[in-house]
């Protein structure tokens, strides 16, 4: 049986980079895992400790059990204003108070114009929640959209091998 993954873009735009950085590797990948490439941080609700009990918005229980469910999780994600987007910082939030990222393996993804400071605020966050990662398993690649063309073929030989690395180091570290 093939491994699922959950992939996560950390855009909301429906053409970005990172989401088709995630649909390339969800279509080399596909006889080898099972891909869901979740698409609905942008319809989280803003973090609210207040609900975060007997009151979790539904959209907020079923994201929690996709991850939890999964048996690895890619996150895929631009730089903002050197930092993560806020809809992607706001879905993490969301699963602090669990321990759904506990020892999950996980692909950490900065793909943007710079990316260096989102990528270390993306590493920091993922190992304080407790993710199982290793630095085979994360990948910085700046200048993201000169190396996509427009119907979402990467392009850049180098970024294809650096995906293929890394993507097999992910399968390895999901198997042990």
Not at 24 to 43: P, R, V
Not at 57 to 72: L, M, Q, S, Y
Not at 143 to 152: M, P, R, T, V, Y
Request: glycine content about 4%; proline content about 4%.
């Amino acid at each position: 049986m093939k491994p699922t993954i959950l992939a996560i873009s950390g855009s909301t735009r429906s053409q970005s980079a990172n989401l088709q950085l995630i649909r390339y590797i969800a279509d080399l990948y596909k006889d080898q895992l099972k891909i869901e490439i979740y698409t609905q941080i942008g319809e989280l609700p803003h973090f609210n400790p207040d609900l975060d009990n007997e009151n979790v918005p539904e959209i907020i229980t079923t994201f929690r059990t996709k991850i939890e469910k999964a048996d690895g999780v890619i996150i895929c994600t631009p730089e903002y204003v050197f930092s993560l987007p806020g809809s992607l910082k706001n879905a993490i939030e969301w699963t602090v108070s669990t321990i759904v990222f506990s020892d999950k393996p996980t692909a950490l993804i900065t793909a943007s114009s710079s990316g260096e400071k989102a990528h270390e605020s993306l590493q920091l966050i993922m190992r304080t929640l407790g993710i199982k990662t290793n630095d085979e398993t994360q990948l910085w690649l700046n200048s993201i959209k000169s190396k996509i063309d427009s119907a979402g073929n990467i392009k850049d030989t180098v970024v294809i091998e650096k995906i293929n690395e890394l993507m097999m180091n992910f399968i390895k570290l999901i198997k042990k």
